[in-house]
């Protein structure tokens, strides 16, 4: 079964720098995007940044020029680097995958168990 396994969450400061890995586990023939979605405190969750097997991306506004999501495609790894933190970047980070064929089929898509992101001012 395939999963996805986030990491690099924690504290940082404004200003400061986090990184953000999450990898697909399990047999894998193909992913079509991944990407990062966040949920602020009370907020509903949003599209953070996306990026396909092909290496097309999209960022929300509030991020661009801050962060840069990166794809390993023979590891089914993504690494969102986050720059320039502000405090309402705070949040919980799920990585989400698209289009996902396996030995056990298709499957639309998949989330993540979520990350904790915390910026303080």
């Known amino acids: 079964q395939v999963q996805l396994v986030e990491s690099g969450g924690g504290l940082v400061q404004a200003g400061g720098s986090l990184r953000l890995s999450c990898a697909a586990s399990?047999?894998?023939?193909?992913?079509?995007?991944m990407g990062w979605y966040r949920q602020p405190p009370g907020k509903q969750r949003e599209l953070v940044a996306v990026?396909?097997?092909?290496?097309?991306?999209n960022y929300a506004d509030s991020v661009k020029g801050r962060f840069t999501i990166s794809r390993d495609n023979a590891k089914y790894t993504i690494h969102l680097q986050m720059n320039s933190l502000k405090p309402e970047d705070t949040a919980v980070y799920y990585c989400?995958?698209?289009?996902?064929?396996?030995?056990?089929?298709?499957?639309?898509?998949?989330w993540g168990q979520g990350t904790q992101v915390t910026v303080s001012s």
């Open positions: 989400n995958a698209l289009g996902i064929s396996s030995p056990l089929g298709w499957r639309q898509g998949l």
């Open positions: 399990g047999s894998i023939f193909s992913i079509n995007t």
């Open positions: 990026i396909n097997s092909g290496g097309s991306t």
